[in-house]
């Protein structure tokens, strides 16, 4: 995700930018109307009254202009559009990502409160290829408890972080409790994340990380499934970042949804809270 940091930090940098410009062709406009004032006062020095007078009204009119062009109304409210367009976006798309964080949330809940609510609305039946070139689908993780993170091989920072997160928690799980956890890694970025792209990415982080990708609409059938929010943003030279939710899913061995860890839970949180879960699974 390009996360939604990496947005906001792009909308941020756009509105300082936007003032420098501004600031400086302003400064610059100030500055030609000052030397055109100067050059008409040496000249007026040379002048009789009559064209003095003249040069003196000629220089008001300048230095009129000068001042609209240095405060006029015009930059401040381009000035005040930038604020309020980029502090709209940032606003609309934290919104977003809070609200899909809520519905894991809720349907989370659900589970806690025994057969009778139910299970959660998140998970189910999807087909995407391995980064073996093989089509699999969610029967073939039956039997293994499973951790699951979205996200693209592109990601500068923060998918990263959130995979070298869960490949410690894989290992550290191993050693405390003796359970065998399967990793898996889907990408929302199907235009960029070939199967070769997918499984060269993968090999950073973890021998035993499954890589998932597939066409826009199976990934884009699997990101509604569990929950999962992404999307594009634009970038320079054509080149785009995906804006998605920071999520790691723990599944049963039927593949039924357990529990959700966010971007907060570091290493050692993740691996006591999949413990605990798998524990209370097993009573």
């Not at 604020?83 to 977003?96: F, I, M, P, Q, S």
């Not at 009778?116 to 093989?134: E, M, T, V």
């Not at 029967?139 to 979205?150: E, H, P, Q, R, S």
């Not at 569990?226 to 049963?252: C, F, G, N, P, Q």
């Amino acid at each position: 995700m390009a996360g939604g940091g990496n947005f906001v930090h792009r909308v941020l940098s756009y509105v300082v930018n936007e003032l420098v410009v501004n600031g400086l062709a302003n400064n610059a406009a100030g500055g030609a109307n000052v030397n055109q004032e100067k050059l008409a006062s040496d000249n007026g020095t040379n002048d009789d009254s009559g064209k003095g007078k003249e040069s003196e009204g000629e220089q008001d009119q300048k230095s009129d202009a000068g001042k609209s062009v240095r405060g006029g109304p015009i930059s401040w409210l381009s000035f005040l559009l930038l604020v309020v367009t980029g502090a709209g976006l940032v606003l609309y798309y934290d919104r977003e990502k809070k609200r899909h964080i809520q519905e894991i949330h809720t349907a989370s809940e659900a589970v806690k409160q025994g057969p009778s609510a139910g299970k959660a609305a998140i998970g189910g039946p999807f087909r995407l290829i391995n980064h073996d070139g093989k089509y699999v689908t969610e029967k073939d993780f039956f039997g293994n408890w499973t951790l699951l993170y979205f996200g693209f091989t592109h990601c500068p920072d923060i998918c990263p972080d959130e995979l070298q997160k869960l490949a410690a928690a894989v290992d550290k799980i191993k050693a405390k409790a003796g359970i065998e956890i399967v990793p898996v890694f889907i990408s929302v970025d199907p235009e960029r994340d070939t199967v070769e792209q997918v499984g060269e990415y993968v090999k950073e982080f973890h021998p035993k990380l499954i890589g998932l990708t597939g066409s826009v609409d199976e990934v884009k059938s699997v990101a509604r499934a569990y929950r999962v929010y992404y999307m594009k943003t634009a970038e320079e030279d054509s080149d785009y970042l995906v804006d998605h939710s920071i999520v790691i899913y723990l599944m049963d061995p039927d593949m039924g949804f357990v529990k959700f860890f966010g971007k907060n839970n570091d290493v050692d949180s993740l691996t006591d809270g999949v413990i605990k879960e798998i524990k209370q699974y097993k009573k």
